[in-house]
T-cell receptor, first 114, second 112 residues
Framework: DAGITQSPRHKVTETGTPVTLRCHQT?????MYWYRQDPGHGLRLIHYSYGVKDTDKGEVSDGYSVSRSKTEDFLLTLESATSSQTSVYFC?????????????FGPGTRLTVL | AQSVTQPDIHITVSEGASLELRCNYSYGATPYLFWYVQSPGQGLQLLLK??????LVQGIKGFEAEFKRSQSSFNLRKPSVHWSDAAEYFC??????????FGAGTTVTVRA
């Protein structure tokens, strides 16, 4: 298994509070991704990073921000959590090789916003 | 932009029977195609992938998938399922831009 950890694994928070989720990798992969998983929607890309300090939006980026100050860490922040952000969040990594962009996933973080 | 459809939300299969999960994609060029499996409470594990070459791809756990360009499909098969194959399966398509689009998933239940 790829060396990817996510913290926390579970979190319950209240509407309006800030929340930061952390993804840590030991593979030195260039690309890192944040997805959310909701029933009936599969996985949807929130944000991704293609290098330190290089990030871009995915299809469901509203209400989320990210930062990557080191190759191994990719943070997802909900500035003011809402109930619609209750979901399971997955981090993924890939090497970013041309013609070979297999993504490997972390164990997930279950976030509940009350 | 590319997209993926998994027409079956839920499939129930008897242990020892064959399994086929359907995946249809929409993309103008040759896509990169993936199947992932997710056991309850776990992350996604890569089963197999197609980038080019032989259109029949072998994966882990006895799974295989066939890329059919004419049908825009990448169906997953297993000749004989085991109870441990009960999980959710996701098909994904990539366009070479380092991003993937996922289908909504198919949940497989295995009955004894």
């Amino acid at each position: 298994d790829a060396g990817i950890t996510q913290s926390p694994r579970h979190k319950v928070t209240e509407t309006g509070t800030p929340v930061t989720l952390r993804c840590h990798q030991t593979e030195n992969h260039r690309y890192m991704y944040w997805y959310r998983q909701d029933p009936g929607h599969g996985l949807r890309l929130i944000h991704y990073s293609y290098g330190v300090k290089d990030t871009d939006k995915g299809e469901v980026s509203d209400g989320y921000s990210v930062s990557r100050s080191k190759t191994e860490d990719f943070l997802l922040t909900l500035e003011s959590a809402t109930s619609s952000q209750t979901s399971v969040y997955f981090c993924a990594i890939s090497q970013g090789l041309a013609g070979e962009d297999t993504q490997y996933f972390g164990p997930g973080t279950r976030l509940t916003v009350l | 932009a590319q997209s993926v459809t998994q027409p079956d939300i839920h499939i129930t299969v008897s242990e020892g029977a064959s399994l086929e999960l359907r995946c249809n994609y929409s993309y103008g060029a040759t896509p990169y195609l993936f199947w992932y499996v997710q056991s309850p409470g776990q992350g996604l594990q890569l089963l197999l992938k197609y980038f080019s070459g032989d259109t029949l791809v072998q994966g882990i756990k006895g799974f295989e998938a066939e890329f059919k360009r004419s049908q825009s499909s990448f169906n997953l098969r297993k000749p004989s399922v085991h109870w441990s194959d009960a999980a959710e399966y996701f098909c994904a398509v990539g366009a070479g831009d380092y991003k993937l689009s996922f289908g909504a998933g198919t949940t497989v239940t295995v009955r004894a």
